[in-house]
């Protein structure tokens, strides 16, 4: 691997009180890459801190920064474990450094973080319209999977089934849920564990865990939401769900009743899912339901690496924030 034509030191921890400076590297370079596809009005706004605050702890020691030689920020990566599964995002370099070798050496360091964890999924996602950027991804390694497309759906009525909500539950009742949630993944996708970004967004307040239950009582399926606006300061216009698994395709339209009412709850008028291409009879369902396709995005994955196909059941795991 050839070095960075510019000298930087790092990978660092980043501290929560460089939030600010972040956002202010993450919203400049993402602006000037929609710029280079030809969006010239788009501006990408600041995300809100504390959903930075709830990354970098779901990160952990893979919430890695690079400086320049004035100590300020030049490029991050994220590096997430979950379990065996393991992703990066989101990842900059700084508008003025891009072109110099950087995204080499921050991409290089979040395959070694993941690796060294014992992950034996290892991806990412692009904007598939951004072709210098599936270059660079695939220069360095990795290799197209599928599309990964955002859909909505309505809020819900008031008068649908409530949503158990894991933040209802405390002490023993909560270790319980968590216990039959982690057992839920595992059969649909072994080796995942998502425990880490639940109990993250439940200590942050910013979303909740919606539970379903076999008739015998035990969990069937959950979805980790996120309930504050990606921008601070907007209006909460949807509920975002994270991750989201059933242990049989049978439970979902239940879960996503229960989601839409989670949504009326919480004030939003939609519910927002990131469907992977893996499921294409889900994006048809939905569709028919009357969901509408907003955005999608590119799912790839170090090569030899991949993201396995569940023999029963759904896994919908996003890998962005």
Same mark, same amino acid.
């Given at each position: ?87 990066? $995002?989101?990842? !900059? &370099?700084?508008? +003025?450094?891009? @072109?110099?070798?950087? %995204?080499?050496?921050? =991409? ?98 910013? $979303?909740?865990? !919606? &539970?379903?239950? +076999?008739?015998? @009582?035990?969990?069937? %399926?959950?979805?980790? =939401? ?96």
């Amino acid at each position: 691997m050839s070095a960075p034509r510019v000298r930087l030191s790092g990978p660092e921890p980043i501290a929560v009180d460089e939030i600010p400076a972040l956002n202010l590297v993450f919203s400049d370079a993402f602006s000037e890459r929609y710029r280079r596809d030809g969006m010239t009005g788009v501006r990408v706004p600041p995300l809100h801190p504390v959903l930075w605050r709830f990354a970098i702890e779901a990160a952990g020691a893979g919430a890695m920064c690079w400086r320049d030689a004035q100590g300020r920020i030049a490029a991050f990566n994220l590096a997430h474990v979950s379990g065996r599964e393991g992703w990066m $995002g989101p990842l !900059v &370099v700084r508008e +003025d450094l891009q @072109g110099q070798g950087v %995204g080499r050496e921050i =991409v290089t360091a979040g395959i070694r973080r993941l690796l060294d964890a014992g992950c034996d999924t290892i991806g990412l996602e692009t904007m598939p319209r951004t072709m210098d950027n599936i270059g660079f991804y695939a220069r360095l390694g990795f290799v197209p999977a599928h599309l990964t497309i955002t859909v909505t759906l309505d809020a819900g009525s008031p008068a649908g089934p409530r949503p158990e909500r894991l933040s209802a539950h405390q002490g023993v009742l909560r270790a319980r849920a968590m216990t039959e949630i982690a057992a839920c993944t595992d059969q649909v996708r072994p080796g995942a564990d998502y425990a880490r970004e639940i109990e993250g967004t439940l200590h942050h307040g910013v $979303g909740d865990c !919606v &539970v379903v239950r +076999d008739p015998g @009582g035990a969990v069937s %399926g959950f979805a980790l =939401v996120h309930e504050v606006p990606l921008v601070e300061g907007r209006v909460l216009e949807e509920l975002r769900v994270l991750k989201l698994v059933v242990r049989e395709a049978e439970v979902l339209p239940g879960l996503i009743e229960r989601l839409g009412v989670a949504a009326r709850q919480a004030g939003a008028s939609r519910v927002a899912v990131r469907l992977q291409g893996a499921y294409p009879d889900l994006l048809r369902q939905c569709v028919a339901t009357g969901a509408r396709v907003r955005w999608t995005d590119l799912r790839m994955t170090l090569a030899g690496y991949g993201e396995p196909t569940p023999t029963r059941g759904i896994v919908l795991s996003n890998w962005e924030l």
